[in-house]
């Protein structure tokens, strides 16, 4: 950001925001589990994870501290803004509560009644003053924010009367905008819902006239098979092959993974237990495999692996899972999962249908996001403008 490209109006003036805002950072007692308290006095501990359904404004905390706690960490009150410092850095947020902050907010807090708070956050959310956050921070791999980049940040500053004209001006246009977002979003849902309706839809109707066999009856089993790999586990392939573990290819392709011969279902079971489907999809090619994925292949005279995939994609894996402290499918329970096998001309049918709903559901969806996206980038617009005086 240059401001010397910013013709501001002249009764706007430059200001960092270390000359109209206290920038203070949080603090940590420490071990912050022996702090943490569910009795009446406590203080709510704000985390990012309080954030989580919220855009705007935190109104309550899933934990507390003791109050001596407090001696160690930072108090924000009702009105104050805290600011991301971290990770997803530069998220503001503004309390509805009190409470106190960790060493990954930064509080930011008016020096005086010259600035309006709404009209703060909106520059607080503006691309323009993210770029000056992303350009100051510090970190490589993770990207971090101190007191000193924060308060060396410029903004355009209007007159108090201005600041509230823009912040109504920029209410009424964001809450047409954002009409138009929450109904794309139904539409994201319900296009999400598709699926997994027409799996349920599709197999609940072969269960009813078609027998079910154990996935030992009409697979083979591989297991036995691996070659062990001793290399670095974070390397993209080995000897010109993907290398597979328990969420999917090493480079971190979050998913199960089925190919054309072979199907792997994760066995790290606490992984598998929050996977949403599917959890398994096709890859094709020969790729190297670890201990914590089982390789099983369709007898292709009874099933085809396509077949599997959705099936795997509709059956409750969870109700196979062993182990409370260390979670996992076992072998023995995952060739016990009934599989319903109707004949193989029903089976390309079912393929077939599901393949082409599937096409439709991601055109869908990719339609509703992209009008989603615009959207968004219309509201960044609107920002820049507002911070140019042209609102």
């Keep these: 950001m240059n401001k010397n490209l ?74 104050d803004f805290i600011l991301s410092n971290s990770m997803s850095f530069g998220k503001p947020y503004i309390m509805k509560t009190t409470g106190c902050i960790h060493d990954g907010w930064l509080l930011l807090r008016p020096k005086n009644d010259n600035l ?60 047409k905008i954002d009409k138009s977002i929450a109904l794309l979003d139904v539409n994201i849902a319900s296009a999400n819902a598709l699926m997994p309706s027409a799996l349920n839809e599709v197999f609940e109707e072969l269960g009813e006239k078609w027998e079910k066999k154990k996935l030992n009856q009409i697979s083979i089993n591989h297991d036995g098979k691996r070659i062990p790999i001793k290399e670095d586990k974070r390397v993209k392939n080995i000897n010109g092959y993907p290398y597979y573990g328990a969420s999917g290819i090493v480079d971190y392709v979050d998913d199960y993974i089925f190919d054309g011969e072979y199907l792997l279902i994760s066995e ?79 089976q390309t049918q079912t393929v077939a249908y599901l393949d082409a709903l599937h096409v439709k559901v991601e055109a869908l969806k990719k339609v509703q996001a992209t009008k989603k996206a615009k959207l968004l980038a219309l509201k960044a617009s609107l920002l820049e403008s507002a911070f140019k005086g042209e609102l």
Aim: net charge positive.
């Design 6 to 79: 910013y013709i501001l109006p002249t009764s706007w003036v430059w200001r960092k925001f270390g000359d109209i805002l206290h920038v203070e950072r949080g603090g940590s007692p420490r071990p912050i589990d022996d702090y943490i308290t569910t009795a009446s006095d406590g203080i709510n501990w704000i985390k990012i994870g309080d954030t989580k359904n919220s855009t705007k404004y935190i109104y309550e905390t899933a934990e507390k501290i003791k109050p001596e706690g407090l001696k160690k960490s930072r108090l924000v009150v009702e009105g």
């Design 268 to 346: 790290d079971g606490a992984n598998l237990v929050i996977r949403k489907t599917p959890i398994a999809f096709i890859a094709n090619g020969k790729f190297w495999v670890n201990n914590h994925a089982h390789i099983v292949q369709a007898i292709h005279e009874i099933t085809s692996n396509k077949y599997l995939e959705y099936f795997f994609a509709y059956v409750d894996i969870s109700l196979y899972i062993t182990g409370a402290a260390q979670p996992k499918l076992s072998q023995k329970k995952l060739f016990e999962i009934p599989i319903i096998i109707p004949p193989l001309d029903i």
């Design 116 to 175: 309006d708070k709404e009209f703060l956050y909106y520059v607080l959310s503006s691309s323009f003053v993210y770029e000056q956050f992303k350009n100051k921070a510090s970190g490589t791999t993770v990207k971090n924010l101190n007191s000193s980049l924060v308060k060396d940040v410029d903004i355009p500053l209007p007159p108090l009367e201005e600041q509230r004209r823009i912040v109504g001006k920029l209410d009424g246009l964001f809450a």
